[in-house]
């Protein structure tokens, strides 16, 4: 690691502590530097050094003193803003900004940034420059935006008026499955979040079924005039409570186990992965998650991401899926063999073709996930 390196992370470590010291600074009555210390795990004179950075970029602080010489700091709000926010509520928008950045294009960004623009313009200059610092040290990642920022923003604007208005949308949609793009017609429940990825959830005629659409894949939404049939219960949390994740499915609820290796466990059990979830330790450091689904199909490739740290315990018929899975994929990766099946040996045990997809799932735990760090 190089010296500016490292003395960029320590500026960033300390701007991240310096916004957790303001947002402390602005509830309740006041705090001491003993108290403030002690809350955010530094030594008196680091809390000290961060009120005087406060001071320096304009903020306000109130000065209580009390008996013994003691001084109770707070925030002072009034006048801190132009457009009506609360200190607090401001910085909050600004986060949200940030986190949008993947969706730049879309309404939702211009509008917050619109605003938290409107309140740092009527602050002094030094407080705009500590707050841009220091907000521009959270950063979102571009991982799983849409490729095409500029139509994706366009639908998602309609979708959004659709559900506003209750009408009907006609979309053209490309599904992975189909070769070519179809065009439904769909009376909009609700937007979903799953995974930096947005979803619509609607009643689409030519399934005459409640479905699911990426849209990611959507290729044109038209908003129609006429009035959107929506059941008055409907409820998006309840739909999706037997899914795991986005992809639901109506069938019967159905227990699932999985035995995670003790170099994820702690990664699995720092989640929630689904609301009725379970997780018992194992002797050995690991861990089994137990949650009831309405459909596994998600959970499938879910936990074929975990390699060899992963293995479905039950039910059944996702264990022998896995494992099917498994052995196309190594199918892929072994060499070309001529006039004879492809063989692979693990320790003495020759294992053929037809035998790994009985075994897969069983093979023993070795190595971490790459993906995955502490």
């Not at 309140?119 to 935006?145: C, E």
């Not at 490309?174 to 979803?199: D, E, F, I, K, N």
């Not at 992965?273 to 379970?278: C, D, F, I, L, V």
Request: hydrophobic share 40%; with cysteine; glycine share 6%.
């Amino acid at each position: 690691m190089t010296a500016g390196t490292a003395a960029d992370r320590r500026c960033t470590r300390a701007m991240r502590r310096q916004w957790r010291l303001l947002f402390l600074l602005w509830q309740g009555e006041g705090y001491t530097v003993e108290e403030l210390a002690a809350h955010m795990g530094v030594a008196q004179k680091t809390i000290r050094r961060d009120l005087d950075v406060l001071r320096e970029a304009g903020i306000k602080l109130r000065e209580k003193r009390e008996s013994h010489g003691r001084k109770r700091y707070s925030v002072e709000l009034a006048g801190a803003t132009r457009v009506g926010l609360a200190p607090t509520e401001a910085l909050a928008i600004w986060v949200a900004v940030q986190l949008l950045v993947p969706y730049a294009g879309t309404v939702w960004y211009k509008t917050l940034r619109q605003l938290a623009d409107e309140w740092l313009n009527g602050l002094p200059d030094s407080t705009q420059r500590y707050i841009r610092r220091t907000v521009h040290a959270i950063y979102a990642t571009g991982f799983g935006a849409p490729a095409d920022g500029e139509r994706w923003a366009l639908v998602l604007e309609r979708i959004v008026q659709a559900l506003e208005q209750r009408r009907i949308l006609r979309v053209t949609y490309q599904s992975l499955q189909r070769s070519g793009p179809r065009t439904y017609m769909l009376h909009p429940y609700a937007l979903v979040v799953h995974r930096h990825s947005l979803y619509l959830v609607a009643y689409s005629e030519q399934h005459r079924d409640v479905r699911h659409f990426k849209l990611n894949r959507v290729l044109d939404a038209v908003l129609l005039s006429s009035i959107a049939d929506i059941p008055s219960d409907f409820d998006v949390e309840e739909h999706l409570r037997g899914a795991f994740g986005v992809f639901n499915a109506s069938g019967k609820p159905v227990r699932v186990r999985i035995r995670f290796a003790p170099s994820v466990a702690r990664y699995v059990a720092e989640s929630c992965w689904h609301s009725t979830q379970k997780l018992d330790w194992t002797p050995a450091g690991g861990v089994i998650l137990e949650m009831t689904l309405s459909d596994t199909t998600e959970v499938k490739s879910w936990v074929m991401s975990f390699g060899s740290n992963a293995e479905v315990l039950e039910p059944a018929q996702l264990r022998d899926e896995v494992a099917t899975e498994l052995a196309r994929a190594l199918t892929r990766y072994r060499p070309a063999t001529r006039g004879r099946k492809a063989r692979t040996t693990r320790g003495d045990v020759k294992v053929t073709d037809s035998s790994i997809a009985q075994e897969t799932v069983g093979l023993p735990y070795s190595g971490e996930v790459s993906q995955i760090r502490a």
